[in-house]
């Protein structure tokens, strides 16, 4: 869908953080403005005041779900919510409560995000994953073994998981589908978030990514276009956190990289009908595939 060259078609950030205390509504509206027109918005973890019981993780998926609402009826946009346990409250509270008793707490919180998800009030397990900085060889063991555990409930329950790891390029990719495939779930409903700009089939290993399309991330996803064969989308992990203002990316980058990215495309010999077949499969098609879209 092209308008005067330009796109206007649907326009998804796949990885999105909102806080009531900052920014919130005016960051959705900045994102609409500029063009978007859905939000996967994803839990986000209060580090100063991390659960310590399951009740206490019910009450804070419950604040995100209530933002969700809250923005649809503002906005009358698409947002789909994301609910999961992130992998760093389970490393500090190793600290504070203990491995055994950090790990019980982050299993339950999982098993309380799949209820969610079951009853179609979230449609993603997420943030999952292992610490994305160097810990100790027992809670780096560790985290791997919570993974494949998670992995294998999220397999049980057909849904998708959105992963939170370290970037060590195409290895991570490799220890993540060898995961995958232990725990029976289909390597296309691992999504790794906050993913490098290569979407080569090579270098994915046949995970799902979404793109933190920061500069430079177009013209890398371009070049490596012809040898994907994975669903792919684009993130800004905006943080929405008054102590980083505008982190990770802001909310009119999705916007933005769509543009360029279209415009990228039809400068390398794609037609307007080619492009608006990839980015209505970024934006629409295939998240409905990974996405239990509510």
Known sequence: MFQNGRWIGPILDQHMHL???????????????????AINLVHKPDFSNLPKTPSDYRKAYQNTLEMATEVRNKFGITVS?????????????????????????????????????SSGHAMCLGEVGRPHYPVSDEIWDASNDLLLKIMKLAAEAKTSIQLHVEDNGEKTYSDLAILCDKA??????????????????????????????????????????????????METDFLDDEKRPGAVLGPKTIPKRTQQLSSLLIKNGYSEGQVSEILNNIHFNWPQILYSIK
């Open 184 to 233: 029976k779930l289909s390597r296309h409903l691992a999504i790794r978030h906050y993913a490098p700009a290569n979407i080569s089939e090579e270098f994915t290993h046949g995970l799902s990514v979404t793109v933190s399309v920061g500069k430079d991330s177009i013209s890398k996803i371009v070049e490596t276009l012809p040898m994907s064969n994975s669903y792919w989308g």
């Open 19 to 37: 806080d009531r205390k900052n920014r919130f509504f005016e960051a959705v509206n900045e994102f609409i403005i500029s063009g978007g027109t």
């Open 81 to 117: 919510v994301i609910l999961g346990p992130h992998p760093v409250a389970w490393e500090h509270q190793i600290h504070t409560m203990g491995l055994e008793k950090s790990s019980s707490l982050h299993l339950q919180a999982v098993k309380i995000a799949l209820e969610y998800i």
